[in-house]
């Protein structure tokens, strides 16, 4: 049981990590070619911040976008197309094909709902590191509480067919 605990924990931050660096260096790359202000400086928040699943990215944007104001109004413009276009890339080509099995829902086991339940209640308990924590938390808490209640089921012989689709009520 341990074992997949530790398992899910780690491949849950190495995946996002993983995600996160290819995040990072896509952006500084684009911000050198458009020759976007405190490249460096973006970047490492960007890819930083893109370890909170769903909020992360815009959290990432909004400080990258109040650095560039400051330094450049004009290219602020430029610079959320920019974060909106990388996150499009990431969501929907650089996470299913690259990443694969060390997906959010893949590796935790979690529906969207509940990730971003934990995300909201680890945030509001303990800030920024309860968000990203507060995923992989909540998905061994989820898989212990799996465990129990399958034990329980088992000690009593009861056996729970998996409900697919509303025919089958």
Known sequence: ICKNCASIFINYIIGKSFDS?????I???????????YAVLI??????????????PY???VIGGVI??????????IFVIMIVCIQQVDGLLIGPR??????????TGLKPVWVVFSITVGGA???V??????????????????ITVQHFLDKRKVTVQPYDSPDDL
Request: glycine share 12%; aromatic share 10%; with cysteine.
């Open 43 to 56: 970047s490492v928040i960007v890819g930083i911040t893109n370890m909170i699943p769903y909020f992360g």
């Open 21 to 25: 660096i290819i995040v990072m260096i």
């Open 68 to 77: 560039i104001v400051i330094a450049s109004p004009i290219k602020l413009i």
């Open 125 to 127: 308990l303990f800030g």
């Open 59 to 61: 959290i990432g944007g």
């Open 129 to 146: 590191i309860g968000m990203f924590l507060g995923v992989p938390v909540f998905a061994v808490l989820s898989y212990l509480l799996n």
């Open 27 to 37: 952006c500084f790359i684009i911000m050198l070619i458009l020759k976007l202000p």
């Open 98 to 107: 690259i990443i694969g099995p060390r997906l959010i829902g893949s590796t």
